[in-house]
């Protein structure tokens, strides 16, 4: 994909979008106008200063044609949103890298309601990094070490190896004790999650998700688990561990869906990266980075000495 023609602003990437094939339309103004009906009057205002740009940077007027599949760039307003309580803990940062530790509740980057209230957006703003981008993610409900790039230049040599699989990845999960399992154990499925629905399935189909799955502690009915994912599945862990009847405490979509306000944080996904290791694709130097967060529900199984 070719660089956006418009730099980020304020920590935020410019949207693009791309005009369908079978217009109704005979302006680029006249479809935006579709597009955002509730927002006429900023679309306007954008427009006429010059705000909406081509691919080719060049700002769009109110009598600029319509083309089928071309791109417009634009920013958006982003929506009043209230404040996430928790901070993000810098565990690594140099000219390329920016290792964190992200607490629960955070999303990664923007998408729906969260768009400032972000791990990139944040960090942007608050080290001036315009540039920084996450070399793989984290669920919103997940806690713990998340690796972003810092510069473009870097970019594309760590997403390589996230996508590449070239990274060992731990996690922690506190979730009911099972005796009647023998551990450690790989659970191989097939999962598919669909667009518009919140729970990803197991279904009949070749393995496409592996995960295993080791016991670090037991206190009383709960147990601490090791979660070693080999793929990288939506919800893969999630699924594997209620699959196995044992569903990680605090989920909100495993066994069951049910709601939680946007602002209750008290029971927060008890589901931890602990760890990331790989060979640094500039360096060579094997590196590894860990979470100093520690899941609160195993502090309310009282453990023995850790």
Known sequence: MSEAPLPVLDGLNPTRLRLPE??????????????FPTD????????????????DGVPITPSTPYTPRAFVYLYRDPPAEARVPFEIDILHRDENLLVVDKPHFLATTPRGSWV???VLVRLRRELDLPELSPAH?????????LVLTARREARRAYQTLFDRRLVTKEYEAIAPAA??????????????????????REIDGPVNAVTRIEVAETAGDRSRYRLHPLTGRTHQLRVHMN?????????????????VAPNDYSNPLQLLARSVSFDDPITGRPTR???????????DSTPGPR
Request: charged share 20%.
């Open 116 to 118: 400032a209230e972000t």
């Open 179 to 200: 005796p009647h399992l023998d551990f450690p154990l790989d659970v191989h499925s097939h999962i598919v999650k669909e667009r518009g629905v919140l729970q990803a």
């Open 40 to 55: 006429a009057g900023r679309i306007t205002e954008k427009v006429e200063s010059g705000e909406v740009v081509m691919q």
């Open 289 to 299: 980075f860990s979470s100093r967060q520690n899941l609160a529900a195993w502090g």
């Open 243 to 259: 699959s196995l009847g044992i569903p990680i405490l605090g989920d909100n979509l495993y066994p069951t869906v049910y709601d």
């Open 137 to 145: 993610r984290l669920d919103r409900l997940t806690a713990g070490v």
């Open 22 to 35: 079978n217009p109704g339309w005979g302006t680029v103004f006249e479809f935006l106008l579709a597009r």
